[in-house]
């Protein structure tokens, strides 16, 4: 899965890491595990439902 980031992201994110330095790794590896396996059991991640289906 690739991920996109938006200006806003990126700007929230280096403003985060300004304020707490030791956030920005975990930041990294949350992302880099979300890139390689959406359903990671510790993102607690799932499918959408109902009306949230497909999008």
Do not use: C
């Amino acid at each position: 899965m690739q991920l996109l980031w938006s200006a806003r992201f990126i700007r929230d994110f280096k403003r985060l890491a300004r304020r707490n330095p030791q956030l920005r790794s975990l930041v990294k590896q949350t992302l880099q595990q979300l890139a390689e396996d959406q359903f990671y059991s510790s993102l607690r991640t799932y499918k959408l439902k109902g009306d949230l289906l497909g999008t």
